[in-house]
């Protein structure tokens, strides 16, 4: 007989009462397996009568020893009884045993109850996505500067100058490792150095020789050097200045995009360019102000076992991330001061949240009898190939359907959401995406 009684945070205990003859088999079954092992002096090695094996051989024992082999099979069949699936590892607690019958208690995590709150007309709102002078020129000015020579200059250095410097720090009068270059440029302003350095250069002209006298943040990196006094001896070679490239055509086509010819076909491509990242940060902000709607109009518990789940994840999507910079992760660690159960930590308020809107809109997929199509697994299969560069066959060796189903149901759930959404408006397709990524790559 099985009993499941849910508590809070999705945790519950399923109690397996076993008894009768099914009790008293396991319970001589593992009498004979402790038989099996005991040395009685004058028998053969469990072969000494009944009567003497049971003076030698308490009757918990044999109990205790019945529920160690058989409480797996005894769970799988409480759970089959109650339609029960755990989530996370069931712990047992002996909660009576004796002669005629053990009660077992196992505690574990299930999937929780979600109450949906509204989910259709909510508010998608992009706010105001059109491009401002102030923002086209400023990006007109990047282009330029990223285009622009550097040009040796007779005068005193202004921030946004770069100066070609030597220089050595000391503390306490000792050279320190990593201080010392020459002709190193620098570009005034950039923030390249810690702050001072670089203030104290402005106005300096060729062949100027200062010390600096800085005093490192209580937050650098190096141990040794955290808030440490230290002056930087410091010699100008030379002094230049950037001059700008003239916006106009030849300007234009040193930019090398697809279909920019003149000045006119350039600011029409860098307009278009600003329009569609702005409307893509709006729609990236509109979707995340979607599923906090979601979340804060659902009611749910999260199990403490999905959440702590989720956090590992995230810390394993760290680790990758910080291979593909060539780091391990113990630098990453040193670096930053932490241990990997502080980022995790960290990140249990972002954990709760992912679990949570992955758990609603599958709730909503099934509410809306959502289903992926072939289409959308085979875009999936396309979209994960040329993401790994892989060929899509070798993609479906390693991802069945099964495991791209569940992410591609919660996504039509949240396409639903935003198509039932106040405000929301498809998506036209970008007209110059072509010469936007050409420009991109030429820069």
């Known amino acids: 007989m099985a009993e499941w009684t849910l508590k809070e945070k999705s945790s519950g205990e399923l109690t397996v009462t076993v008894d009768g003859e099914e009790w008293k088999k396991a319970v001589n079954k593992a009498f004979n397996k402790i038989a099996g092992s005991v040395t009685i002096e004058g028998f053969r090695k469990g072969h000494a009568p009944r009567s003497i094996l049971e003076k030698r051989i308490p009757a918990a024992q044999a109990q205790y020893q019945a529920v160690d082999d058989n409480a797996n099979e005894w769970l799988q069949k409480g759970l089959e009884e109650t339609k029960v699936n755990p989530i996370s590892r069931p712990t047992l607690d002996v909660k009576s045993i004796d002669d005629n019958s053990a009660v077992l208690v196992f505690a574990f995590q299930v999937m929780p109850e979600i109450t949906l709150g509204q989910y259709s007309g909510l508010k998608y709102d992009l706010g105001d996505t059109s491009v401002s002078d102030e923002e086209f020129n400023k990006e007109i000015d990047r282009m330029r500067e990223n285009y622009a020579d550097l040009e040796t200059k007779d005068g005193e250095a202004e921030k946004g100058d770069t100066v070609n410097i030597n220089y050595a720090g000391t503390k306490d009068g000792v050279e320190f490792e990593g201080g010392k270059a020459d002709n190193y440029n620098l570009e005034l302003g950039s923030g390249s150095f810690i702050p001072g350095f670089e203030d104290q250069l402005i106005g300096s002209r060729a062949g100027d020789v200062k010390d600096l006298s800085l ?229």
Do not use: C, W
């Open 215 to 443: 005093t490192f943040p209580e937050d650098y990196h190096a141990e040794e050097l955290k808030g440490a006094a230290v002056v930087f001896h410091v010699t100008v070679n030379e002094v230049k200045h950037k001059v700008l490239p003239e916006l106009d055509d030849d300007f234009a086509k040193d930019i090398n995009a697809k279909g920019v010819e003149t000045a006119e076909d350039l600011k029409k491509m860098v307009r278009t360019r600003l329009e569609e990242s702005k409307k893509a940060d709006a729609e990236n902000k509109a979707d995340e102000e979607l599923m906090k709607q979601l979340r804060d109009n659902t009611a749910i518990e999260i199990p403490d076992a999905m959440i702590e789940d989720e956090e590992e994840n995230l810390v394993n999507q760290l680790k990758q991330q910080i291979s593909q910079y060539g780091m391990k992760f113990d630098q990453y660690l040193k670096m930053t001061g932490q241990s990997e159960q502080q980022i995790k930590d960290a990140s249990k308020d972002e954990a709760e949240a992912n679990v949570k809107i992955r758990l609603i809109l599958n709730k909503i997929a099934q509410t809306e009898k959502l289903e992926p199509s072939d289409e959308d697994f085979e875009k999936e299969y396309k979209d994960i190939a040329a993401a790994y560069g892989m060929e899509v066959d070798k993609v479906k060796m390693l991802l069945s359907k099964d495991t791209l189903e569940y992410n591609l149901q919660n996504q039509k759930a949240f396409d639903f959401v935003k198509e039932h959404a106040e405000g929301y408006k498809p998506a036209e397709e970008p007209a110059a995406a072509e010469e936007t990524k050409s420009a991109e790559s030429a820069e």
